[in-house]
């Protein structure tokens, strides 16, 4: 079959590695893809938010499925346009209907749904401008740090984690009044800080039957032993050391099910993936987020343990009989590190000379942030790309990782020393 899978990030040049060691796949499309996905599929530059130009592509080239990587299409209603369009709607498509992806659209949807469906999670309460008074009035009934939270889509940057209060009310009233994150911020979640260690879980879904893929965490901060500004991601490991049988055992009862089974009540649309970011306080998880998509890096260290025919598990997930596929998994463990452009994620420079790929070894080198120039591989993001290795636990994983570090190059480079540093 024909595929498609929309994005430009080492999620999506996962997803492309994967698919195309299928017996299933014959031709594989990527948009608008980087330079290493263009080594494996067609790449297209289209974006993935103009439907119409999507549309042009999959009638043209006869996709029968399409793969969402971003969060901003299927926010936007993507497989919504699909289902509702003659020529479109026989396309598989791997990812849920806009009010599925409101969970991830909206912080306040997020939360009420979890309470709704009695998830753990903080306490919150959500403000707007015309309630600024109160939001300040809500903070000194809390403990520090203070956790405000922009309800809509703000490209990961959209939480900030407080310690004074008046730091954290002047921040809420420039959300609110001085559109700091733009529309994203016309409402903030304000909720209490939990003190626990961070994980994600990766659950994906027909909307009926689940499957629970490999437990990964993932590193935020730009600065070892996690402080500096937050990032997209800069490694991570797979499985979860502290993720035992017992703790998952709690979160499928507590939250997987309950997600599920939410989503089922509402009659919701639902054909992907369900991230759901964790918090392990003592014993006891607790939802942080949802994503309703594969997270970056985590897609990383996740799929390249699944040893089953990826396209194989999009076809039972397009037809709803998810149930009938038994998952394999990997024993190995898995880690990845992030290489970064210099000055990320504030200002960098893009379009320097990348070298060295072909002399990785016993890795994968999965591009993030790169384009094709002049036959050259250059830079053209914060994240540039991720290594990714396997080994019989993360510390020999991200031993070969930061080995094969030390032969790539570009103008600035970085990347954290310690990830896994608290495990």
């Known amino acids: 079959m024909n595929i498609l899978i929309l994005g430009s990030g080492g999620r999506e040049h996962t997803f492309a590695h994967m698919i195309s060691k299928s017996s299933h796949c014959d031709n594989l499309f990527v948009a608008p893809g980087n330079a290493g ?49 003659e020529q479109l709607k026989q396309v598989a498509v791997i990812g849920p209907s806009k009010r599925g992806a409101l969970l991830e659209g909206s912080k306040e949807r997020a939360k009420e749904f979890m309470a709704l469906y009695n998830i753990p999670t903080a306490a919150y309460e959500s403000f707007t401008k015309e309630s600024l008074a109160a939001g300040k009035e809500f903070l000194t009934t809390l403990k520090p740090p203070y956790v405000l939270k922009a309800d809509g889509l703000a ?114 649309d639902y054909k992907g993936f369900v991230f759901i970011g964790l918090i392990k306080v003592g014993e006891e998880p607790y939802v942080i987020e949802y994503n309703v998509r594969m997270g970056d890096p985590e ?21 709803g009989n998810l149930s009938e596929v038994e998952l394999k998994v990997k024993k190995e463990a898995a880690a990845t590190l992030m290489l970064v452009s210099g000055g990320y994620p504030e200002a960098y420079e893009k379009g320097k000379e990348i070298t060295g790929l072909n002399e990785v070894e016993d890795s994968i080198v999965f591009h993030a942030g790169t384009a094709e120039k002049d036959g050259k591989v250059v830079t053209s993001g914060g994240r540039v790309l991720a290594i990714t290795s396997f080994g019989k636990d993360f510390p020999e994983a991200i031993k070969k990782s930061y080995q094969n570090a030390g032969k790539l190059h570009f103008d600035k480079m970085y990347f954290r020393k310690d990830i896994g540093f608290d495990l």
């Open 37 to 85: 996905t263009a080594k494996i599929a067609t790449n297209v530059s289209i974006s993935v938010t103009d439907f119409e130009a999507v549309k042009e592509l999959v009638i043209k080239e006869k996709i029968e499925m399409m793969v969402v990587g971003p969060e901003d299409p299927l926010v936007n209603g993507i497989v919504d346009f699909f289902n509702q369009d």
């Open 299 to 319: 897609t990383e260290v996740v799929l390249p343990r699944i040893e089953s025919d990826l396209v194989e598990v999009f076809q039972k997930v397009a037809a």
């Open 155 to 268: 490209a990961g940057k959209g939480v900030l984690i407080l310690n004074s209060l008046e730091e954290a009310q002047k921040e809420l009233e420039n959300m609110l009044s001085n559109n700091k994150f733009g529309s994203a911020g016309n409402t903030v979640v304000i909720e209490e800080f939990l003190d626990g260690i961070e994980l994600s879980v990766f659950v994906l879904t027909d909307g009926e039957n689940y499957k629970i893929l490999p437990t990964a965490k993932d590193y935020k901060r730009i600065g070892e032993g996690d402080t500096g500004l937050n990032t997209g991601g800069m490694g991570a490991i797979s499985p979860v050391p502290f993720a035992d049988e017992v703790f998952m055992e709690k979160v499928e009862e507590r939250i997987v099910k309950p997600t599920i089974n939410g989503l089922k009540t509402e009659d919701i």
